[in-house]
């Protein structure tokens, strides 16, 4: 009677304590959950004039309010104190007294106040219905983001019971577990030992979370650990308890900790851009099957729960964070392409800073601790190979089938990878980017249409071109015009070369496929007139380009009986040039190992002075051979990253924000650099009798301070208009001889048309795919992966169902795999 007594108790005493810590639970970290809008509430922000000892400063500076994920103007906003706006930005500049601002607002649930934090920063409180809900020291060393969320409506558990029952069974679970786990560490390590693994496990989390201002994050993060502990304890006290055989318990068991073992994979990756709340329940099912599916297959291969998980782990970690890193400098995320070109990624790499991030440093601690456990609960031992094999085939099987389906191929914007690993996971998007590499034959395609069809890219011998002036083209690394983007910059100051071209010139502006990195993009365009628009997240050189004899212009002038020759001063196993170039026509390709003593510009890349000089050097070694030149020279003097700091003096300003955008000054410095050596190349050519030609274009604009674009615009990036955003995709361009041209300004075309306007303006006979290509320009004058500019420069959507566009899309396809197209 008295143990059955004592059980009664034990189970209340569990029911109660689940109960009461469901509650604080519910009110506090959920409360989210269980709140409703408030009816009226009362909102003041105060710059309280106070600060720590370490501030030079009680700045109080917000950038944006928002409630329930709607901007609240600040117009309408209730200033007190001496308040100002600039650069974006409300602020208060060391208040002697506390400055407010107020909101009353209505049937409002969640606000969100996002804060710039500096090194003169002081603190800041949020009220709500004279309520203080927040008080922040905003104080740090270097510039960062704050941003502040807090539940306003009122919470009760009563608003969502089911979800309240929720909490309380996973409380009530996770006690049980603990429990049992304090029995095994007894039995195992010892309570001290396991104490101190949690305090330790615990102080460290601590600490990350305050010194990064995420203690939010840091909760749930140590939240889902005790739940991770509870669960792999209750697997295992399930075990002890059974008398079944010990092979069904080892499948069962270790299914169930390889499925847990998913979701926190999920959970790791997205927690370090902090994205899994966008993410849709579809969707995040749809990682765990990936991530599930990479476990079961390393499972197979080491027969061990703990190194399967490990290893998938790490290597999914790294993903992550360097997923993280390449959207901070690229602005784009990792797509299938990049790990083509892993050789160029590889290269740049030690030319950027990176900073680690709080949520980063969160994520590898659950890692750590997820490892911890899972070592705790299984250890090294090895399974039997049929064991392994009997349950985890069939389920690789049956996943990789349901892989196959819609779900892991949703609608995606190739233009702009960012929306998608924002709406379904980054695992999800990474393998539907694979799943859309595969290009379908265009409508009405037949690789068995006739001769008269290869003649479009072919030419015969009988067809030699008399006109063959030497071709100088020039590729330059990042040169950009960023006036287009915002007229009150003066491109004189940058562009004055440029600018005064005159004479027998073509010169203006073209639009591009990439911004910030995917240079051999531009280059493809350029040499073998193919549209990215038909390629979207994809590298070309890395994938298609895969035979000898491939079409490019590079072919059509060495039919012609040109000397071709490609100079690039870097590695010439970026974007696997040392393999494509002699498929496309290239004979002698000189890369960094050419140049001897060359000028280093910020001391990482030769100078654009140098690899001119490198192209009148091998000019003149063709001119002996008697042959016409064609040399392509792909710059790098301007690649980022744009932190150095090398120009402390006569950089660059921007007017009225001088010195708050470094990466911004320091790129227009570079701009400024480049528009210095073109008239090398002009001086030069203008003076050989030989008819010359050189075209002369960037690649991509640059990716610089995100805060620039929206400070000068004074909207954030999101809020742009299409024609706003596409005016980030804009370069200039110059075609000029040194023999008369019909010259013309202010031209605008694309990168798949440059060199076809090219032939066009030097006099050259155009192949009947340039013909094709010329009555596409004439119909639509710029082209790129999500838009088209008219005539008049009105941007739309690109609808490549367009007739012209549908053939245009057959030609290429054929250009890029019709075998019978050989040089």
Not at 11 to 26: Q, R
Not at 594 to 619: P, Q, T
Not at 739 to 765: C, Q, R, W
Request: glycine letters at 6%; aromatic letters at 14%.
């Amino acid at each position: 009677m008295k143990q059955k007594k004592n059980l009664y108790f034990k189970y209340g005493a569990s029911l109660l304590v689940a109960l009461v810590i469901s509650l604080f639970f519910s009110y506090t970290i959920f409360n989210d959950i269980f709140a409703s809008p408030a009816k009226e509430a009362r909102l003041v922000i105060t710059a309280t004039a106070e600060r720590n000892i370490k501030s030079g400063g009680s700045d109080i500076r917000i950038v944006r309010i928002l409630l329930d994920g709607e901007e609240v103007p600040f117009d309408s906003i209730e200033k007190q104190g001496d308040w100002k706006h600039a650069d974006g930005v409300w602020m208060v500049v060391n208040p002697d007294s506390p400055a407010t601002l107020s909101y009353t607002a209505e049937n409002v649930k969640e606000l969100q106040v996002d804060f710039q934090m500096h090194d003169g920063s002081g603190v800041a409180e949020v009220w709500s219905n004279d309520k203080r809900i927040s008080r922040t020291d905003l104080y740090s060393s270097g510039w960062e983001s704050y941003y502040l969320r807090k539940t306003i409506g009122s919470v009760s558990i009563f608003n969502n019971l089911v979800m309240f029952a929720g909490v309380f069974l996973i409380t009530l679970f996770c006690l049980a577990g603990m429990e049992q786990l304090i029995v095994n560490l007894r039995k195992t390590i010892g309570i001290k030992k396991g104490v101190a693994f949690f305090i330790g496990f615990y102080v460290v989390l601590y600490v990350i979370s305050c010194y990064f201002h995420i203690l939010d994050l840091g909760i749930r993060c140590g939240l889902t650990l005790l739940v991770i502990s509870a669960v792999g304890a209750n697997v295992h006290e399930w075990h002890e308890k059974r008398d079944s055989d010990k092979k069904i318990y080892q499948i069962v068991t270790d299914g169930v900790w390889l499925i847990l073992s998913s979701v926190i994979l999920l959970y790791m990756v997205e927690l370090v851009e902090q994205n899994l709340a966008n993410i849709g329940a579809e969707y995040i099912f749809g990682n765990i099957v990936i991530y599930l599916l990479l476990l079961l297959i390393a499972y197979m291969l080491v027969r061990s729960v703990f190194y399967s998980v490990s290893a998938v782990m790490f290597v999914m970690y790294i993903f992550s964070v360097a997923n993280s890193f390449v959207r901070s400098f690229r602005g784009s995320p990792i797509v299938p392409g990049d790990f083509l070109a892993v050789g160029t990624a590889k290269n740049v790499f030690m030319n950027y800073h990176y900073s680690v991030t709080g949520p980063m440093l969160l994520a590898l601690w659950l890692l750590i601790a997820f490892l911890v456990l899972t070592f705790y609960f299984y250890g090294r031992e090895k399974r039997v190979f049929s064991c392994v094999l009997v349950w985890s085939l069939p389920s690789v099987c049956l996943l990789g089938f349901m892989m196959g389906g819609a779900l892991f191929a949703p609608d995606m914007d190739f233009w702009n990878q960012n929306i998608n690993i924002q709406r379904y996971g980054i695992a999800l998007s990474f393998i539907s980017d694979i799943r859309h590499m595969k290009l379908e034959e265009p409508a009405g395609y037949s690789s068995k249409d006739s001769e008269e069809m290869i003649s479009k890219f072919v030419e015969t011998e009988d067809e030699k071109e008399q006109n063959c002036p030497n071709v100088i083209a020039i590729m330059n690394e990042s040169f950009s015009d960023l006036s287009v983007i915002f007229p009150e910059l003066d491109n004189e100051v940058y562009m004055s070369n440029f600018n005064s071209l005159s004479g027998n010139v073509v010169k203006g502006y073209m639009q591009v496929y990439p911004i910030g990195g995917g240079t051999a993009n531009t280059e493809y365009e350029f040499l073998i007139g193919n549209s990215m628009a038909f390629l979207q997240g994809s590298i070309p050189y890395q994938q298609y380009i895969t035979r000898n004899g491939t079409y490019s212009i590079a072919q059509i002038l060495k039919a012609r009986g040109y000397h071709t020759t490609a100079i690039h001063p870097y590695d010439k196993r970026g974007y696997n040039r040392a393999q494509v170039y002699p498929k496309i026509g290239f004979e002698t390709f000189l890369d960094v190992s050419d140049f001897e003593n060359a000028e280093l510009v910020r001391d990482r890349y030769i100078s654009d002075r140098d690899s001119y000089k490198k192209v009148i050097e091998e000019f003149e070694k063709i001119c002996q051979s008697g042959q016409p030149a064609f040399i392509f020279n792909v710059t790098m003097q301007n690649h980022s990253g744009y932190d150095t700091g090398y120009f402390t003096e006569n950089a660059v300003r921007i007017p009225g924000h001088e010195g708050e955008f470094p990466n911004a000054e320091e790129y227009l410095t570079l701009i400024r650099e480049s528009d210095a050596a073109i008239p090398m190349l002009i001086d030069y050519f203008s003076k050989i009798e030989d008819p010359t030609v050189i075209v002369f274009f960037g690649d991509h604009q640059p990716m610089v301070e995100e805060s620039f674009y929206e400070t000068l615009a004074g909207k954030p990036l999101t809020e742009w208009t299409l024609a706003e955003a596409q005016s980030r995709y804009i370069v200039p361009f110059f075609i000029w001889a040194n023999y008369e041209i019909d010259a013309e300004e202010n031209v605008f075309t694309s990168a798949n048309f440059l060199s076809e306007l090219m032939f066009e303006k030097a006099g050259m006979k155009l192949l009947p795919y340039q013909e094709f290509l010329k009555s596409v320009r004439e119909e639509i004058p710029a082209m790129d992966g999500s838009s088209w500019r008219d005539a008049d420069g009105n941007w739309e959507v690109l609808d490549t169902s367009q007739p012209i566009l549908e053939e245009y899309w057959r030609l290429q396809y054929r250009n890029m795999f019709d075998k019978k197209i050989h040089y």
